[in-house]
């Protein structure tokens, strides 16, 4: 399967490789750094979903921006890895 995003009316709409979807806010972050987004797409569906869930099971609003930089941050090492 492959990764996809879509324009809704409401916004973005993106998912993972196997069709789970991407947290809004996450798939924001992911649009302003084209290296993150671009490693993003290149991972494994099960890494993309782990990334994901990271944002989705935040329940504190307060700690949502931080979480969503530290994944970004995250996606960006991991990109940094894979081209070594």
Do not use: H, W
């Not at 490693?39 to 782990?50: A, G, K, L």
């Not at 970004?72 to 890895?81: P, T």
Request: hydrophobic share 35%.
């Amino acid at each position: 399967m492959s990764f996809e995003i879509s324009e809704k009316e409401d916004g973005m709409n993106m998912l993972t490789k196997d069709g789970n979807p991407v947290p809004a806010v996450l798939a924001e972050a992911l649009e302003k750094d084209e290296f993150a987004l671009k490693t993003f797409i290149e991972m494994r569906p099960i890494c993309q979903n782990r990334y994901s869930e990271r944002i989705s099971s935040t329940k504190n609003p307060l700690l949502l921006d931080r979480r969503v930089k530290a994944v970004i941050e995250d996606i960006s090492k991991y990109g940094c890895r894979a081209a070594e």
